[in-house]
């Protein structure tokens, strides 16, 4: 019904300001940070409780998971009202509390915003799903069904099955590229963005300092439903989920990351947060022309961070780093990646990166610090800090529906959504007075908040003067980046902001390595690392930074 929108809205200029470039951003999952009322849901209250914790860290912003209005079908990512806190989280003026100390800490903070598809216990899709002729008829994507009564094409669900949902009362499919329960908005009706910039107005008045934008790729579907081509099993995508994921059989090439997606929403997005200045858009990029949209997006297109999943989901090793991050370097342009090693949906990275063997107390230090050592904005996935591993769930304890759908192939994502451990000897390791909702793993109890800050060699320490440093450290907050070509497992790279420039280097092995590095002063490094002549010896998951002095070697 509604005319394809050609690229037709010039680029947007750059911010005024753009503290987000360089910043360090933490995520926290408010049910899993800190609970405050024994319920065994972590809530706002909890988080603004644990507030200073966070400032102390040294990052500075953060990103909160949802905690709109959702009856929980995809944990809060299924949103039925946008404006408004659910109880299991608190209330609006909680938040109003939260948001305030924040901005006292000098945090900013960040919210998702869920923009691409409701809950269907949202009012817009309860009432668009009544008839074909209502106000709302065309604000969900609907279609009638093939003659033999199929689904109009072949698209699929991340979460497992067709992308469509019969709906009796009019008698057509409703496209939702998730679970059943998240009906897909329609981007191209302009009815739907003016009410998604109301929504997100109504955060930006409260005083948030932007969005992440989630899984907002999926917001524009070809309106002529053509069909997905298949992809070749071979295809190394980066996967968050199981490898035979139906899903993963196509291209996602007509219901996501269409180019339209620009000019609908990231550019009016933009131009409302300008009224308000000082804000930014970090948007969930991913999929198979991640790297293209990246830079499309980020360069001119609205958006001011692309958020990748390529480290999220790569091979754990130097080589894939290094590739990801120079792919993203040559198209990006005036644009700018955020780079996660962990989050909400994916296998903690120190499980990843351990590939079998034991995690090392080293290898928990070594990734948030090498992650913050990238060129971007790095995030950080509460725990991470202190090098959780990937919590061992068994069937009846998994609350993921993405799980459910794909046991035992596929564990889902509950695995990284354990609670914080703040407290090694308190039950439920201090997160809640109650049933936690996810049980807290034995193996994280010793890495418990309490317990690294009576360590002065734990990595918490370790994580926290790394950041209070890189932060008076312009290289690495803004520098350019240039790889270097050393013998496998060692990662080196140099940041430069044209005056200095610092060489850094990870050895991502489990046994010692030797690296010439040249002349310079090492100015942060691991325990037991050691510079003689201009020849380094780095322990098993050693790192160290060394300044050139302004002599650039190879
Ligand atoms: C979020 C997931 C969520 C999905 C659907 C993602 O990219 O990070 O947690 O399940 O979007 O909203
Ligand atoms: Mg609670």
């Known amino acids: 019904m509604f005319e394809k929108t050609a690229h037709r809205l010039p680029k947007v200029g750059a911010r005024r300001d753009d503290w987000w470039r360089g910043a360090v951003i933490y995520q926290i999952y408010p049910r899993s940070f800190l609970d405050s009322n024994g319920d065994g849901v972590g809530d706002l209250p909890g988080i603004t409780s644990r507030l200073d914790y966070v400032a102390a860290l040294g990052v500075d912003v953060i990103w909160i998971s949802p905690f709109m209005i959702s009856p929980m079908k995809d944990y809060g990512y299924d949103v039925a009202d946008y404006c408004d806190v659910d109880p299991i989280f608190g209330t609006l003026d909680d938040f109003?509390?939260?948001?305030?100390?924040?901005?006292?800490?000098?945090?900013?903070?960040?919210?998702?915003?869920?923009?691409?598809?409701?809950?269907?216990?949202?009012?817009?899709?309860?009432?668009?799903?009544?008839?074909?002729?209502?106000?709302?008829?065309?604000?969900?994507?609907?279609?009638?069904?093939?003659?033999?009564?199929?689904?109009?094409?072949?698209?699929?669900?991340?979460?497992?099955?067709?992308?469509?949902?019969?709906?009796?009362?009019?008698?057509?499919?409703?496209?939702?590229?998730?679970?059943?329960?998240?009906?897909?908005?329609?981007?191209?009706?302009?009815?739907?963005?003016?009410?998604?910039?109301?929504?997100?107005?109504?955060?930006?008045?409260?005083?948030?300092?932007?969005?992440?934008?989630?899984?907002?790729?999926?917001?524009?579907?070809?309106?002529?439903?053509?069909?997905?081509?298949?992809?070749?099993?071979?295809?190394?995508?980066?996967?968050?989920?199981?490898?035979?994921?139906?899903?993963?059989?196509?291209?996602?090439?007509?219901?996501?990351?269409?180019?339209?997606?620009?000019?609908?929403?990231?550019?009016?997005?933009?131009?409302?947060?300008?009224?308000?200045?000082?804000?930014?858009?970090?948007?969930?990029?991913?999929?198979?022309?991640?790297?293209?949209?990246?830079?499309?997006?980020?360069?001119?297109?609205?958006?001011?961070?692309?958020?990748?999943?390529?480290?999220?989901?790569?091979?754990?090793?130097?080589?894939?780093?290094?590739?990801?991050?120079?792919?993203?370097?040559?198209?990006?342009?005036?644009?700018?990646?955020?780079?996660?090693?962990?989050?909400?949906d994916v296998t903690r990275a120190v499980t990843r990166f351990a590939g079998g063997g034991p995690v090392t107390p080293r290898l928990r230090a070594l990734l948030p610090i090498l992650l913050c050592s990238l060129r971007g904005t790095p995030c950080l996935y509460q725990g991470e800090e202190l090098g959780l591993e990937e919590a061992e769930l068994a069937f009846e304890q998994l609350k993921d529906p993405y799980g459910l759908a794909f046991w035992p192939e596929y564990k889902g994502r509950d695995g990284c959504r354990t609670p914080m451990p703040w407290s090694a000897t308190s039950v439920h390791a201090g997160f809640t007075s109650g049933e936690p909702w996810l049980p807290v793993p034995a193996s994280h109890l010793p890495l418990a908040v309490d317990a690294q800050e009576r360590d002065p060699g734990a990595p918490l320490h370790m994580i926290r003067d790394f950041l209070a440093w890189r932060r008076t450290e312009r290289p690495l907050v803004r520098g350019a980046i240039r790889f270097l070509d050393v013998a496998h497992p060692v990662l080196a790279f140099e940041r430069s902001d044209g005056e200095r420039t610092l060489l850094c280097v990870f050895n991502l092995g489990t046994l010692p390595a030797e690296l010439e590095v040249g002349r310079g002063v090492l100015r942060r490094h691991a325990p037991g690392v050691t510079l003689h002549a201009g020849d380094a010896r780095l322990p098993e998951h050693g790192w160290l930074f060394i300044e050139r002095n302004g002599e650039a070697r190879r």
């Open 96 to 344: 109003d509390r939260l948001l305030a100390r924040a901005h006292e800490l000098g945090l900013r903070v960040i919210i998702d915003f869920v923009a691409s598809h409701t809950s269907n216990e949202h009012g817009w899709f309860k009432e668009s799903r009544q008839s074909r002729n209502n106000p709302k008829a065309d604000w969900y994507v609907w279609a009638d069904p093939k003659p033999d009564g199929s689904p109009p094409n072949n698209w699929l669900a991340v979460f497992g099955g067709p992308a469509w949902e019969w709906e009796p009362r009019r008698g057509q499919y409703y496209l939702h590229n998730f679970l059943k329960e998240q009906p897909d908005l329609n981007f191209h009706n302009p009815e739907v963005i003016a009410a998604l910039l109301d929504q997100a107005e109504f955060w930006l008045r409260r005083g948030v300092d932007g969005f992440r934008l989630d899984a907002i790729d999926f917001g524009v579907h070809d309106p002529r439903l053509r069909d997905n081509p298949p992809r070749p099993r071979d295809n190394n995508l980066p996967l968050n989920g199981p490898a035979t994921s139906p899903h993963a059989m196509q291209y996602q090439l007509w219901n996501k990351a269409r180019p339209e997606l620009a000019d609908l929403f990231f550019k009016p997005l933009h131009a409302l947060t300008e009224r308000y200045g000082g804000r930014m858009l970090l948007g969930e990029i991913s999929g198979d022309r991640a790297l293209e949209r990246m830079a499309e997006y980020s360069a001119g297109g609205g958006l001011d961070i692309a958020y990748s999943f390529d480290l999220l989901t790569c091979a754990p090793t130097p080589a894939a780093i290094r590739e990801i991050v120079e792919a993203v370097e040559r198209v990006l342009d005036q644009g700018w990646a955020c780079w996660a090693f962990c989050n909400h």
